[in-house]
């Protein structure tokens, strides 16, 4: 399986280009920045992106996905609650972070319990919105790919307009640590960790 982890401007938002090592297609998850890095290394090593996802709306997990879009015509797919998100550069906050705001249109609107196949593939969308209201994680087999849900030791910040923090709780306990204790996350920020590790050690989930 291909995972390949880029930490991507200033904000330091990890990029995963997760897929199929037999086919190389693959897909691109919050490509947040920096479009050139993630393009120099689809191209350098031959990959096919088939899609976008974004686990959720806000700009230092967006930034590059127009340009990508663009450049290698595939889709954007995100939760449906977040959509409008993309639509607004200043509800996505691009028009803050960066020189320029950025607005796109999602192709895909996805919901809880859905299933994504790539290659030979499926991969499923959990809802964990509190962070955003639309906010997922995406999980094949024992990985799951969480944004800012869920962190190392922490957890996203829902003090951000759409935010709550209950519900951000309520949608790691019931979706997430539920999960196989050997699964491994990847966030939205930082180094990766596992639902195990969060059980005995994220004081936020105490």
């Given amino acids: 399986m291909i995972i390949e982890?880029?930490?991507?401007?200033?904000?330091?938002?990890?990029?995963?280009?997760?897929?199929?090592?037999?086919s190389k297609d693959v897909m691109i998850i919050d490509p947040g920045a920096e479009s050139s890095k993630i393009k120099n290394?689809?191209?350098?090593?031959?990959?096919?992106?088939?899609?976008?996802?974004?686990?959720?709306?806000?700009?230092?997990?967006?930034?590059?996905?127009?340009?990508?879009?663009?450049?290698f015509n595939i889709p954007v797919y995100i939760h449906k609650k977040d959509g409008n998100m993309l639509k607004d550069e200043r509800l996505n906050f691009t028009k803050m972070m960066y020189k320029n705001g950025i607005t796109l249109n999602a192709d895909k609107f996805l919901e809880d319990g859905d299933k994504i196949t790539l290659d030979n593939m499926k991969f499923e969308v959990l809802y964990t919105p509190g962070h955003t209201p639309g906010g997922i994680s995406i999980k094949h087999k024992d990985i799951v790919f969480t944004g800012d849900t869920l962190f190392k030791g922490s957890i996203g910040r829902t003090d951000f307009p759409g935010g709550s923090y209950d519900q951000l709780i309520k949608s790691i306990k019931e979706k997430l640590l539920v999960l196989d204790e050997k699964t491994v996350v990847y966030p939205g920020h930082e180094g990766k960790?596992?639902?195990?590790?969060?059980?005995?050690?994220?004081?936020?989930?105490k």
């Fill in 41 to 71: 290394i689809i191209k350098t090593k031959s990959y096919n992106p088939k899609f976008i996802l974004l686990t959720h709306g806000h700009g230092d997990h967006i930034g590059g996905a127009k340009d990508l879009k663009k450049e």
């Fill in 5 to 22: 982890t880029l930490k991507l401007g200033s904000y330091g938002a990890n990029c995963y280009i997760v897929g199929s090592e037999k």
């Fill in 193 to 205: 960790t596992t639902i195990k590790y969060e059980k005995e050690n994220n004081q936020f989930l």
